[in-house]
């Protein structure tokens, strides 16, 4: 199985930045896509960021400019750097890897959720 192990989340003002972090571990074989979603109350879960194992990025049009998406192979980390926050990213972010462990086949994992508050 594999694990994704979130860290970064919090809360802070509008205009501030924060950075997301993401660690896959456990009986990896091979991690293809990355990538990051969030949903906010009430709301369906989104897609905000994705990259590749080649590094193609994909973004959410609402976070252009403003969002980047790296990531590490050789840690199977990806980041997410946040900047230039709004009231309206606020929710709980969701990290995702699309991979296969020594056990099983290609298949989507999700970690646990972050919370992402900004305040007005």
């Known amino acids: 199985q594999v694990q994704l192990v979130e860290s970064g989340g919090g809360l802070v003002q509008a205009g501030g930045s924060l950075r997301l972090s993401c660690a896959a571990s456990g009986n990896i074989f091979s991690i293809d896509d990355m990538g990051w979603y969030r949903q906010a109350p009430g709301k369906q879960r989104e897609l905000v960021a994705a990259?590749?194992?080649?590094?193609?990025?994909d973004y959410a049009d609402s976070v252009k400019g403003r969002f980047t998406i790296s990531r590490v192979n050789a840690k199977n980390t990806v980041y997410l750097q946040m900047n230039s926050l709004k009231p309206e990213d606020t929710a709980v972010y969701y990290c995702?890897?699309?991979?296969?462990?020594?056990?099983?086949?290609?298949?989507?994992?999700w970690g646990q959720g972050t919370q992402v508050t900004v305040s007005s």
């Open positions: 995702n890897a699309f991979g296969a462990s020594y056990s099983s086949s290609r298949r989507h994992y």
């Open positions: 990259i590749s194992r080649d590094g193609s990025t």
